[in-house]
């Protein structure tokens, strides 16, 4: 599906909800914090301790655990979310290059959102893609076979809202 992102402001009940709607799963703890994600776009502070204390674990265990997942973004994202390869097929292909100089060309790090709110830049390890390396997930779309033109033009059309066909 392509769309760009979306996500409801921070409310603690519904935080609560979500919470409560997977803490029985065995290993709740990655459920809830995607839930959290796609709920609010991004794993709230404020949910940190409503999720340390459903699941009695300390503040800095969840810290611990959005970290390391480089799925769970601590600030939301902007309205559009390039995901770019970092494993090895596309790093072969040139995959570092073209993400370092796209990152460069938007004056962004990894994880970073343009001043305008208009696009995130996300590490991704493999989509499935690697015979049509280097690839990109934006806003859901996968492309492959990129290079700067492409990969410029794809990140364009995102931001006119996929307007062109
Ligand atoms: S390594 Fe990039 S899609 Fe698999």
Redesign the pocket.
């Known amino acids: 599906m392509t769309s760009a992102t979306t996500s409801t402001p921070w409310d603690r009940e519904k935080a609560a909800e979500v919470i409560a709607a997977h803490q029985n799963l065995e290993g709740p703890a990655l459920p809830i914090l995607h839930a959290l994600q796609e709920t609010f776009g991004h794993v709230p502070e404020d949910a940190v301790p409503l999720l340390a204390d459903a699941l009695n674990l300390s503040r800095a265990d969840v810290h611990g655990i959005v970290s390391f997942y480089h799925d769970f973004r601590e600030a939301p994202a902007g309205r559009h979310v390039v995901k770019l390869?970092r494993?090895?097929?596309?790093q072969s292909m040139g995959?570092h290059a073209l993400a370092e100089g796209l990152l460069r060309r938007l004056g962004l790090d990894w994880g970073g959102t343009t001043g305008d709110g208009q696009v995130t830049i996300e590490p991704v390890y493999?989509?499935?893609?690697?015979a049509c390396?280097?690839?990109a997930l934006i806003d859901g779309r996968p492309l492959g076979r990129l290079n700067r033109e492409r990969l410029d033009a794809a990140v364009n059309e995102a931001r006119n809202d996929w307007s062109t066909p």
């Open positions: 390869c494993a090895e097929a596309c995959g493999c989509l499935g893609l690697c390396a280097p690839a």
